[in-house]
C-alpha cells in the first residue's frame, strides 16, 4: 500500500475519533454525587469539576480530555498527510503530477472548444459535508487555521472539487470580466442615461383590500406628499422610532446597523419642505431608503459586516448614495449583511451587529449576504433598500424573506467610489415590496459613471419591455433536470407558476438544458475565493481571528486556491458565456426558482459563533452562481409560502435586456393571489391606505 493511502486511512480514522469525541465532551454530563444520587446543576458553577469517571488530561475532565486527545492526533495525521503531500506521495492536482489511483500520471481531460461534452444535467452534491455550529465550530477552525492544518485544508479542496481546473485542458481564452461588450440600439451616457419620464409609471390611488395584507408602495408615500396627507417629516419620525425598536424586540430584527438620526431628520425636512413648494425633486423624494453596509455613504461607517473594517466615518457617498441623495431619498442608514458577504446564509456573529431575522418567522434565517437589507423591506420599515450580490447576495434573501430583488447586468449599475470585494462577479441591486418599485430604481441607479469603467459602455436604459400588456410570443425556457433538483415544494410551486404564465399570459414554455453546471459551480468559487483574497487580503493580515469561524476557514481555503485555478475559471466563465448565448438565441428568459429550499433554521450555538453547512449552502445557492459568473440580469419574486415561509422563483435575462426580465416578473407577480403578512412587520400608521 502507498504511503499516500495509510496517511489518508489515518487521517480517515481520526477525523471520526475527533468528531465523536468532540460529540462526548460537549454533551451535557450527567452528574452524580457521593451517593449515586442525581445533583441539580443549577447550583453548579462548574460542572466539569463533578464529572465522574477516571481519565484526565492536563486538569480536564474526561469528557474535554477526550476531546483535547483527539484534536492532538487529529494534528498529528494532518502534519503527517502534509508532509507526504510535500514528498510527492500525494497528488496535488496539477497536471503531471501522481495518479492518486494507478501511480501513474494523471490523465488530462481536454475539451472541444466552446463545445459541451453532454447536455445530461451534471450538477452534483458535496460528498460528506457535515454542518458544524457551537463550539464545534470553533475547534474545527482552530484546527483548520493552525499551523498543523494545511493538510486538512487540502483534503477539503480536493472533497469539494476544487482541484478540477487543475486536470482540464480548456481551449478558449480567459474572459476576466463578464461584460458582454456589444449590444443594440443607442449608447448611454452619464448626462443621458435614458429618456423615460419615470413619474409617469407612478400610479394614482391603489385600491386595497381592507382584510387581505399589502405592503406601502413608492407611490404610496410619493402620492400621500402630494396630497399633503403627510409629510416625509411624519414618515422619518415613524421610521426612526420602528427602527429602533426593532433593536430591541425578543428576538431583535438586527436590519438597520447604523442610523444617524440628526442627519436623516435634516434630509427629512428639507424634502418636506420641497413637496410644501411642489418642486419635488423625483419620484423617490421622501421616500425612506436603506444601504448595505457595504456601500460608502456619508456619514456612516463602510465596515462590511466586521469588527476592524471602516474605522473611519466616509467622506464622500459612492455613486449609488449620490444618485438616491440627488433624488432625494431619505436615507436612514446602512443595514446588516454577512461579514464581508461571504455566506448565503446572512447570520452576524457580532454584537454591533446581532443575527438577522427572517420576518416571516425570526427563528429562520434571512438568507444573505444582504440581510439586513431583505430583513428591513420585509419588515416594512422602508419601501426600498439596496443590496450587492456576487454570488446571489441580492436575490438569495429577497426570496427567502419574500421581497423583489434584482440583479441587474454586470456593469449596468455602478460600484463607483467604493473598494470591491469580488470586482469581476458583484453587482448591485435594489430590494423592493413589488416589481415596479424595483424597476423604477432600477431606471434611477443604472447609467454609465466615470468612475466605474465598467459601466461605461452600455446601452441606454430602456422600460419598453415592461409595459407588455401580456406574454404572447415571449419563450420561456426551462431546464427541467435543474427545476427538479429543488426540493418539492419549490418544485411545485414553481411548476404552477410557469404554467399560469402560458394559460393566463399566453407565455411559450420551451424545454432547454444548461451545460456544465457543475464546473460552473466550481469556476464561480475560485474566481471569487481569489478576488476576495485579494481585495480583502491587507485588511485580513493580523486580523484573521476576528473573522467568524466559517469566514477563517474560508479564507484558508483561499489560501490554496492557484494561478491555474483562477485561470482555469476564467476559461469555464467563456465557455459559460457561450452557452448561454446560444441559449438566448433559442429563448428570450429563463425561469428557475430563486433558491433550492425555504429559509434553515437557525439553530443552537449559530448565535455565537454561526456555522458552516456546505450542503445546504449549495442548495440554496445552486441557482444564482450562473447568473453572477456571466454577468446575466435576474429577478426574484415571491410566488407562494410553506409553512409560513416565502418560497421565490428567478427570471434570468440576456445581457442588457433587464426591461423584459422586468416584464415577466410583473406577470409572475399577478400569479400570486395574496401575501401573507410576516410574524415582525410594522405598519406605517402615517400613510394613509
Known amino acids: 500500500m502507498r504511503p499516500w493511502r495509510i496517511s489518508n486511512l489515518l487521517l480517515i480514522s481520526l477525523t471520526v475519533f475527533i468528531v465523536v469525541s468532540v460529540s462526548v465532551a460537549f454533551r451535557k454530563p450527567k452528574l452524580s454525587n457521593a451517593r449515586g444520587g442525581m445533583v441539580k446543576t443549577g447550583n453548579i458553577k462548574r460542572p466539569e469539576e463533578h464529572l465522574s469517571g477516571n481519565l484526565g488530561f492536563m486538569g480536564l475532565s474526561g469528557h474535554h480530555a477526550k476531546a483535547i486527545i483527539g484534536c492532538v492526533l487529529f494534528a498529528a495525521a494532518a502534519a503527517f498527510f502534509g508532509l507526504m503531500k510535500s514528498r510527492g506521495d500525494v497528488g496535488s492536482g496539477d497536471v503531471g503530477s501522481r495518479d492518486k489511483v494507478s501511480g501513474g500520471r494523471k490523465k488530462v481531460i481536454r475539451k472541444k472548444r466552446l463545445e459541451a461534452d453532454s447536455t445530461e444535467f451534471n450538477l452534483v452534491p458535496v460528498e460528506g459535508s457535515l454542518r458544524l455550529s457551537g463550539r464545534k465550530l470553533k475547534l474545527f477552525t482552530q484546527l483548520t487555521t493552525s499551523a498543523l492544518g494545511n493538510g486538512l485544508i487540502s483534503v477539503i479542496f480536493r472533497r469539494a472539487k476544487f482541484d478540477y481546473f487543475r486536470t482540464v485542458h480548456l481551449s478558449e481564452e480567459p474572459t476576466y470580466y463578464p461584460h458582454p461588450g456589444t449590444f443594440e440600439g443607442p449608447k448611454a451616457t452619464p448626462e443621458e442615461p435614458h429618456r423615460i419620464d419615470l413619474e409617469t409609471y407612478i400610479p394614482g390611488a391603489i385600491a386595497r383590500s381592507s382584510t387581505d395584507f399589502s405592503y406601502f408602495s413608492i407611490s404610496d408615500f410619493y402620492n400621500a406628499y402630494r396630497k399633503k396627507s403627510t409629510t416625509p417629516e411624519d414618515v422619518t419620525e415613524w421610521v426612526i422610532t420602528k427602527v429602533n425598536e ?128 431583505a430583513a428591513a423591506v420585509a419588515a416594512g420599515l422602508v419601501p426600498v433598500a439596496i443590496g450587492t450580490d456576487g454570488g446571489g447576495s441580492v436575490r438569495i434573501p429577497s426570496a427567502l424573506c419574500g421581497a423583489v430583488g434584482l440583479k441587474p447586468t454586470f456593469g449596468r449599475v455602478s460600484f463607483g467610489g467604493n473598494e470591491v470585494s469580488c470586482h469581476s462577479v458583484v453587482h448591485a441591486g435594489p430590494i423592493c415590496t413589488n416589481v415596479l418599485d424595483t424597476a423604477l430604481v432600477y431606471a434611477l441607479l443604472a447609467g454609465p459613471d466615470p468612475r466605474d469603467p465598467f459601466t461605461i459602455n452600455q446601452p441606454r436604459i430602456s422600460l419598453l419591455e415592461y409595459d407588455r400588456q401580456n406574454l404572447k410570443g415571449l419563450k420561456i425556457g426551462i431546464d427541467w433536470a435543474f427545476l427538479q433538483d429543488a426540493s418539492p415544494e419549490v418544485q411545485k410551486a414553481c411548476e404552477k407558476t410557469i404554467s399560469d404564465l402560458a394559460t393566463l399570459y399566453g407565455a411559450e414554455v420551451k424545454g432547454i438544458c444548461i451545460p456544465e453546471l457543475q464546473e460552473l459551480r466550481i469556476a464561480h468559487t475560485m474566481v471569487i475565493y481569489t478576488e476576495m483574497r485579494e481585495n480583502f487580503g491587507e485588511h485580513i493580515e493580523g486580523n484573521l481571528n476576528k473573522l467568524n469561524p466559517e469566514n477563517q476557514t474560508v479564507m484558508k481555503l483561499a489560501e490554496d486556491v492557484t494561478a491555474r485555478d483562477y485561470i482555469g475559471a476564467n476559461k469555464q466563465r467563456t465557455r459559460a458565456m457561450h452557452f448561454f448565448e446560444e441559449i438566448f438565441n433559442e429563448v428570450d428568459v429563463i425561469i428557475t426558482p430563486a433558491c433550492g429550499q425555504i429559509a434553515p433554521k437557525i439553530e443552537p450555538g449559530d448565535e455565537t459563533y454561526g456555522c458552516n453547512d456546505l450542503s445546504t449552502s449549495l442548495q440554496i445557492a445552486k441557482y444564482m452562481l450562473f447568473g453572477n459568473l456571466t454577468g446575466l440580469p435576474g429577478l426574484v419574486v415571491p410566488i407562494a409560502y410553506h409553512n409560513g415561509l416565502p418560497i421565490g422563483l428567478q427570471i434570468s435575462g440576456k445581457w442588457w435586456q433587464e426591461d423584459l426580465v422586468l416584464a415577466v416578473g410583473k406577470f409572475v407577480e399577478k400569479t400570486l393571489p395574496k401575501k401573507e403578512e410576516p410574524q415582525i412587520f410594522f405598519k406605517n400608521e402615517t400613510l394613509v391606505a
Open 246 to 373: 426593532s433593536k430591541i424586540i425578543q428576538p431583535p430584527l438586527c436590519a438597520v446597523t447604523q442610523m444617524d438620526e440628526e442627519s436623516v431628520r435634516k434630509m427629512a425636512q428639507e424634502s418636506t419642505e420641497r413637496f410644501r413648494t411642489g418642486e419635488p425633486l423625483s419620484f423617490l423624494d421622501g421616500v425612506p431608503v436603506l444601504i448595505k453596509e457595504e456601500l460608502n455613504c456619508v456619514p456612516y461607517q463602510t465596515r462590511c459586516g466586521t469588527t476592524f473594517l471602516g474605522e473611519e466615518r466616509v467622506e464622500e457617498d459612492c455613486t449609488i448614495a449620490a444618485k438616491l441623495r440627488k433624488a432625494g431619498a431619505i436615507i436612514i442608514g446602512l443595514t446588516n449583511m454577512h461579514e464581508l458577504g461571504m455566506s448565503v446564509f446572512g447570520y452576524n456573529i457580532h454584537p454591533c451587529h446581532g443575527m438577522p431575522r427572517n420576518p416571516y418567522n425570526p427563528d429562520h434565517y434571512t438568507g444573505g449576504s444582504s440581510s439586513g437589507s
